[in-house]
Structures are given as C-alpha cells and as structure tokens.
C-alpha cells in the first residue's frame, strides 16, 4: 500500500511559478513510475507529466518546456515545478504512482492561474 499526499498548490499570476510536491509514504519501494495529472471541471483528467524510475520522463504537449519533473529519490518526493504559468493551467493537479498491479492516486492539490 501506498499513499501520497501532494502539496504546494494556490493561487498565482499569470507569468508565474509554482512548485507542487508529492510524497509517497506506505511501502513505496516497488514503485514503476510516478506523475502528474490535472483535471478541470467537465473534462478528462490529462497527463502532464511522468517520471519512470529510471529517469525517463514525458510531459504533455501543453506544458512542454515550461514543466519540470524533479524527483528526490532519498525522499520518495516528486516535484512539479511549473514556470511561466497560463490561466489555462488552471486545474487539480493529482500525483500518481504505478505500483503494479496498482495504480495509487493522491486527493489533488488546486492550482489557479489568474490576475
């Protein structure tokens, strides 16, 4: 069993930058893969970045080159800094963790975009 608990959100200009954390406690040692989601009201909840544990990393299309995901290894930590923020960035951002045959997910952190 794993649990994660993500932090960091609020509320940021447009222009900004936020860092979002996740922290997987539990028994997190056999975990694949880790990421970021985000989900708006009425709509699908939309990958925005993954890390494996080998370092491998994937970001969607809309957040390429101003995401990042850092990872602290010796923390069981997950970051997403997010920079040059847009007010369609605006959503719940969920970490995730693929621990197969399971697949963990956090309660969401809020992130809102706006001046």
């Known amino acids: 069993q794993v649990q994660l608990v993500e932090s960091g959100g609020g509320l940021v200009q447009p222009g900004g930058s936020l860092r979002l954390s996740c922290a997987a406690s539990g028994n997190p040692v056999n975990i694949l893969g880790m990421g970021w989601y985000r989900q708006v009201p009425g709509k699908q909840r939309e990958v925005v970045a993954t890390?494996?544990?080998?370092?491998?990393?994937n970001y969607g299309a809309s957040v390429k080159g101003r995401f990042l995901i850092p990872r602290d290894n010796a923390k069981n930590t997950v970051y997403l800094q997010m920079n040059s923020l847009k007010p369609e960035d605006t959503a719940v951002y969920y970490c995730?963790?693929?621990?197969?045959?399971?697949?963990?997910w956090g309660l969401g952190t809020q992130v809102t975009v706006s001046s």
């Open positions: 995730n963790a693929d621990d197969p045959p399971y697949l963990y």
């Open positions: 890390i494996h544990m080998y370092g491998n990393t």
